[in-house]
């Protein structure tokens, strides 16, 4: 299973699921302890919550189960376009956010 679908599941079984702001700050604590459980070093699990905590800014406060992969390719997009990102980081982004 991936890490967001886990995420969501997991997020439907919280209490928290009832506020956007609670909602987000979970999804970033599950993503920290997948990391960490998959024995990820840490750096890489600072790239990873650093990138998914970008993603998550720029989709509040839409609640988080309405957030579908439209979402993370309008983001890539923009992302790429603001940033000029070079096709060889634009690999290496979409590689992360796969393992998502």
């Given at each position: 299973?991936?890490?967001?679908?886990?995420?969501?599941?997991?997020?439907?079984?919280?209490?928290?699921?009832?506020?956007?702001?609670?909602?987000?700050?979970?999804?970033v604590r599950?993503?920290?302890?997948?990391?960490?459980?998959?024995?990820?070093?840490?750096?890489?699990?600072?790239?990873?919550?650093?990138?998914?905590?970008?993603f998550?800014?720029c989709?509040?406060?839409?609640?988080?189960?309405?957030?579908?992969?439209q979402?993370?390719?309008?983001?890539?997009?923009?992302?790429?376009?603001?940033?000029?990102?070079?096709?060889t980081?634009?690999?290496?982004?979409r590689?992360?956010?796969?393992?998502?």
């Open positions: 299973m991936s890490i967001i679908k886990g995420l969501f599941t997991a997020m439907k079984n919280s209490p928290c699921t009832t506020r956007t702001a609670s909602e987000y700050q979970l999804a599950l993503m920290n302890e997948k990391l960490v459980s998959m024995r990820y070093s840490p750096s890489t699990q600072r790239t990873y919550a650093s990138m998914f905590r970008g998550l800014s989709t509040y406060p839409l609640p988080l189960h309405q957030v579908s992969r979402h993370i390719i309008q983001y890539h997009t923009q992302l790429i376009h603001l940033k000029n990102i070079s096709k980081s634009q690999d290496l982004i590689i992360r956010v796969s393992m998502l």
